[in-house]
């Protein structure tokens, strides 16, 4: 479990992938910099498969949309899958792609 100020993270597996849950604030300064060490510490452990679930995220900016982007060129470049779950109404205007990035 990783926590930074207003954000929290989460791992547990479901099936073969990680699902990486994120709750309060994906902001810069809070949780931003938390939600790459969390997937980059999976990445480094031989994960390859992950679902980043935001339905308790109350707040996202730029930078934690970066962090998404990121992480999704991260978790590619090395053979794995990302899906974002739960993004609907917590990050206005957010690129229409199916599933997130899956």
Excluded: H
């Amino acid at each position: 479990m990783w926590f930074s100020g207003g954000c929290k993270i989460t791992t547990e597996e479901e099936g073969q992938k990680a699902v990486v849950s994120v709750a309060g604030k994906v902001t810069i300064g809070l949780g931003d910099v938390k939600l790459r060490e969390a997937i980059s510490d999976l990445l480094d452990q031989g994960v390859r498969d992950f679902v980043i679930d935001l339905e308790d995220v109350s707040k996202i900016d730029s930078s934690g949309i970066g962090e998404l982007f990121a992480a999704y060129t991260d978790v590619r470049s090395r053979g794995g899958t990302l899906e974002l779950r739960s993004l609907s109404d917590k990050i206005p205007n957010f690129p229409d792609y199916p599933n997130g990035f899956a």
